[in-house]
């Protein structure tokens, strides 16, 4: 960094930008999720990316550098889809956010979990539980990892987050990197959904979930959750803990649960769970998220 | 800036390429967004939008010249959009950096280090998109005014101009703010 301060600033500036300096990077749970989700969006608009760029420093998606720093607290608030959800659902907002925390921290699981293993690149189906096929039991869903979208058909997505993304065009980004997540239940929005052609050559790259359909039956309780469809997001829950009891996303799962139970107006219940939340993980940076979503009600 | 050097090799690439190495700006843009003045709330999405839009536009880009401030001239356009719609459709929120605020007690040195980049923050709010760009780019993200002039598309004595008020602009707000009741 070729900074040039300028001797002659005033004490309280210099000391000021130096000190803001300081900041320059971002921890690693916010930026693995960040990461994940820009390499979600860029792969979905239908750019021909190789499998691996010919040229490129970096593999394509989800390269972690290792960031097992898991109870470390990212210092900006989960709130990171905050301006999405519309604002009669604050709690919404928070605990989307905080699960956006969940997905980031569960990557960083993921990698701490298996060292050995290859990578979270996009072969992961199995990774997390290899014991339990993907979808034994959810015939309503053909493909456990739907085929990437293919690259020339997705006008939509390219289209939507363009040259001005407003805030309400937020949406489209966040739930479409799951795009392989929506399970058993059919998302709404059909028009981004182009099914056609799965990719021939490579077919797990774009979309594919990273973390195999554990991680995307939580993604998509997540959009549905988002997008205020809760009794969608407690069943894609339900399924989740019957294919992966003892899932690494189980704080994930929990929180997507008790969010949706409030959103379905069964406070009690959601009371029950965080409080047993609460016992269970109290380190979980989750809690915050949970005790708004359950309190603000 | 010791990663600039590598970027300009990718820069004949594809679009595609962005996907390798659109990692290594997260925290650059990332924290430009936030410098800029975008709500915490907003900064993930906004981020985002950034990558996308220079996935975009990536054939406009002149490959020639260091990528960073590029993406930060991307930057200041995404932010400036959101905060249109902001002043649209809701007030400016109100507490710009809940999250620094609202987090679990820290550890003294910490705490002090978030109240300084807050107080800095808020000090910046004084400034019109323009200036706060020119500052940002230059002063805390450390491009050189030739540089960030080129990105920002304005004449380097503008840019020049404008980095001077904005100095003098931050350094009295953050008087301001250190004054008794300066700050909340």
Known sequence: MTRE???????????????????????PQLEERLALRIGHSLASM????????????????????????????????????????????????????????????????????????????????????????????APPLPLPLSPPAPPEVNEAHSAAPAVAPSSEDKQPPSPKPPA?????????????????????ESPPRSEAPLFGRDGSLLEAARSSNATGRYADALSAVTQHEQEYPSSQFEQEREALRIQALVGLGRQDEARALARRFEQRFPESILLEAIRQAVGAE | ???????????????????????????FVFRSLERLGVPASDLEDLAHDVFVVAHQRWAAFDSSSPVRPWLFGIA??????????????????????????????????????????RKLLRALDMLDLDRRAIF??????????PEAAHALGVPLNTAYSRLRAARQQVTEALQRLASPGGDR
Request: aromatic share 2%.
């Open chain 1, 5 to 27: 301060i300028d001797e002659a600033l005033p004490e309280e500036l210099r000391e000021a930008i130096e000190s803001e300096r300081a900041w320059d990077t971002l921890p």
């Open chain 1, 46 to 137: 239908g750019v021909p990316t190789p499998p691996q760029p010919p040229s490129g420093p970096a593999p394509a998606l989800p390269t972690a550098p290792p960031t097992p720093t898991l109870p470390a607290v990212p210092p900006v608030s989960p709130l990171a889809v905050g301006s999405v959800a519309s604002a009669p659902l604050k709690w919404v907002v928070i605990c989307a956010g905080g699960l956006l925390v969940g997905g980031g921290l569960g990557a960083g699981t993921v990698i701490a979990l298996e060292p050995s293993a290859p990578r979270v690149e996009r072969v992961v189906r199995h990774a997390p539980t290899p014991a339990v096929e993907p979808a034994p039991a």
């Open chain 1, 180 to 200: 392989a997540a929506r399970p058993q239940m059919k998302r709404e929005s059909p028009p981004r959904r182009v099914e056609t052609v799965p990719a021939p």
């Open chain 2, 1 to 27: 800036m010791s990663k600039l050097s590598a970027i300009p090799a990718q820069a004949a690439d594809p679009p595609g390429a962005l996907q390798g190495w659109y990692r290594e700006h997260l925290a």
């Open chain 2, 76 to 117: 200041v356009k995404v932010a400036a959009g959101a905060q249109q719609r902001a002043w649209r459709k809701r007030e400016v929120p109100s507490d710009t950096y809940p999250e620094l605020a609202d987090r679990q007690p820290l550890p003294d040195a910490q705490a002090e280090r978030e109240q300084l980049r």
């Open chain 2, 136 to 145: 940002v780019l230059h002063d805390l993200q450390g491009v050189s005014v």
